[in-house]
């Protein structure tokens, strides 16, 4: 599947003007040609912390679930995965977010990621898929 895996770091940024990666996540996303997919885990997280800034940004990240950010789903295999995942990277540690998403891409053959979390994603290896492609 050609898309774009999309973390929790860039959809705060995109959606709080105030976050120092506002612009850098701006420009990043212009240049996508891709579609923009991510999972509940993602969304929850970013819910969470756009309620700090304010209701409107929470609104702002409904629309863009919407228009600009498709969900995939998790599916029973990808919970399985997802345990196994976390208790591999434990001295990370890895979050319920990163291993939805490396689970899924795992599944859908997704090899580009779009966060701000360098680190870990550049140390996670999917199976089947090798490395990421770390955006931005």
């Known amino acids: ?54 209701w409107g940004a929470q609104d702002a990240l409904w629309e863009m679930l919407d228009t600009q950010l498709r969900l995939l789903p998790l599916v029973e295999v990808d919970m399985t995965r997802m345990r196994a995942l976390m208790k591999k990277y434990r001295d990370r540690p890895m979050d319920l977010a990163d291993a939805a998403l490396v689970a899924v891409a795992e599944r859908h053959q997704i090899k580009q990621v779009f966060t701000l979390d360098q680190t870990d994603f550049s140390l996670y290896r999917p199976a089947r898929i090798g490395r990421f492609s770390v955006i931005p």
Do not use: K, N
Not at 3 to 9: I, S
Not at 23 to 50: H, I, K, S
């Open 1 to 54: 599947m050609r898309a774009v895996l999309v973390d929790t770091g860039p959809v705060v940024a995109l959606l709080d003007g105030s976050d120092p990666d506002h612009q850098r996540c701006v420009r990043a996303l212009q240049a996508f040609r891709d579609p923009l997919v991510t999972v509940w885990p993602v969304v929850t997280e970013a819910m969470y912390l756009l309620g700090r800034i304010s």
